[in-house]
């Protein structure tokens, strides 16, 4: 089994590989097609099929897009995270990630037009935060790192895929 994963940020391919061991997996850059920094379920879901379908349009067997945005529930600011498993004939599964409220200082800078990666950079006091813990990572301890936020994502589209091919 072939799959292109578009990204190459370690904490989404590792994610990939560890959920599709068997599999034959590498990581590309493609673009989301949405903001750097989306603000809705809507915008991070579309970011994360945009992704999928450029892969599966790559002569893979299987396109996977995951992308990492934020939404707010009223006046609180929620992580949000979203996956999409495309295959060559057009058919798509989608699944959303865990969802955790972010603190109001880190909210105010992304209303301020930052990155969720460079504030978590500045808020964390350490490099790189979006390819390793995450600031799902951060905000809970370790107990939940952004690697095993989207491998629980990428459990629920390999089962919708394997439910699929049941029928
Ligand atoms: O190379 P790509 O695949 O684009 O990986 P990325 O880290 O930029 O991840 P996304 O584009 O999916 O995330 C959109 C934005 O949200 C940030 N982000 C999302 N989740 C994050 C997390 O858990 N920790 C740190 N930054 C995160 C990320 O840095 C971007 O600014
Ligand atoms: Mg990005």
């Known amino acids: 089994m072939n799959i292109l994963i578009g990204s190459k940020n370690p904490a989404k391919v590792e994610a990939v590989k560890a959920i599709f061991e068997e599999a034959h997996v590498?990581?590309?850059s493609v673009p989301s097609d949405v903001s750097a920094?989306?603000?809705t379920d809507e915008e991070t879901k579309q970011g994360a099929v945009n992704r999928a379908r450029r892969c599966a349009e790559n002569g893979t067997q299987i396109g996977i897009g995951l992308e990492g945005g934020v939404?707010?529930?009223g006046d609180t600011m929620y992580l949000c995270n979203w996956g999409?498993?495309?295959?060559?004939?057009g058919r798509i599964f989608t699944a959303s990630g865990a969802r955790i409220p972010l603190p109001e200082e880190?909210?105010?800078?992304?209303e301020q037009g930052e990155e969720l990666g460079d504030v978590m950079e500045r808020f964390a006091h350490k490099k790189d935060v979006r390819s390793n813990e995450g600031a799902i990572g951060i905000f809970?301890?370790?107990r939940v790192s952004r690697k095993a936020m989207?491998?629980?994502v990428l459990i629920l589209l390999r089962g919708q895929l394997e439910f699929?091919?049941?029928?």
């Open 140 to 142: 809970t301890k370790n």
């Open 164 to 167: 699929s091919q049941e029928k």
């Open 37 to 39: 920094q989306p603000f």
């Open 106 to 110: 880190i909210k105010t800078a992304l």
């Open 26 to 28: 590498s990581g590309i």
């Open 150 to 152: 989207f491998e629980h």
């Open 71 to 73: 939404m707010l529930i």
């Open 84 to 89: 999409a498993l495309a295959l060559p004939d």
